[in-house]
């Protein structure tokens, strides 16, 4: 008996594409990655190919070395905002966002992806990264950039935080939900999310070993995750989408 076995798709959005001159190519739109309606049309044609995700990255710093790579990653819209927008004008593709806990609180993060989760019925994905430009740490008033092994600590215990925020918050009929009381090397956390994700459940993740430094703690590799499962389509024939809500999936970058 043969195996029936699917193609999952998802499209990494640049704006130029991903040749380094592709911004001088004639039909090229050179502020396409500012277009928020381009953006959204794009979506929507991915969405009726099919395709499971749409994926949105993030730099923290600019990095003049990308105009000769890839000249698309050096400015872009803040990646919630767009997602928000896209959110608004599809409904059944996954939305993927990228999130640097390095640079973020637990709770900020939290928030941000169960209110996507709710505007979204459930199509929000979280691409968790810990930051490869050192630049960045300036921006954020950072003294040094931290190793491999900080940030990965770092981003372990946010994880953990999140999730625990994602359990904290009332359900939306105001019942459910208990507060949290974290003690860890990095957070104090005292407090219920005051955003609920559309439902409560179990999502499996794991994560790559970083390119360089340390791999990842056992409990870490068990926490994160490096595959979206994103929404399934409706079956042939039905106009009613049919894909499973619950809790933000996470997916973990090698940064």
Not at 27 to 39: P, S
Not at 169 to 179: E, F, K, N, S, V
Request: charged share 20%.
């Amino acid at each position: 008996m043969s195996v029936q076995r699917t193609l999952h798709l998802g499209l990494m959005f640049w704006a130029t594409g991903t040749h380094a001159a592709g911004w001088r190519h004639p039909d090229a739109q050179a502020d396409a990655a500012y277009d928020i309606e381009l953006l959204q049309e794009v979506s929507r044609a991915v969405e009726r190919a099919k395709f499971d995700f749409v994926f949105l990255g993030d730099r923290l710093a600019i990095d003049p070395a990308l105009q000769y790579s890839n000249p698309a990653q050096i400015s872009r819209l803040e990646p919630f905002t767009t997602a928000a927008a896209i959110a608004a004008a599809t409904t059944h593709i996954g939305i993927v966002v990228t999130a640097n806990p390095t640079y973020s609180d637990p709770y900020g993060i939290a928030r941000l992806l169960a209110s996507l989760d709710q505007l979204s019925g459930g199509r929000a994905a979280w691409n968790l990264v810990t930051g490869a430009d050192s630049a960045a740490a300036l921006n954020f008033g950072r003294e040094a950039y931290w190793d491999t092994e900080k940030r990965y600590d770092w981003a372990e215990e946010t994880l953990q935080v999140v999730r625990a925020l994602w359990d904290s918050a009332p359900d939306l009929d105001g019942t459910g939900g208990r507060p949290i009381h974290h003690r860890g090397a990095y957070f104090s956390v005292d407090v219920r999310s005051t955003c609920a994700v559309r439902r409560r459940g179990r999502w499996c993740c794991s994560t790559p070993a970083p390119r360089t430094g340390p791999a990842p703690s056992a409990p870490a590799r068990r926490t994160w995750c490096s595959l979206v499962r994103s929404p399934p389509w409706p079956p042939a024939g039905s106009s009613t989408p049919t894909f499973r809500r619950g809790r933000p999936a996470t997916a973990a970058s090698t940064t």
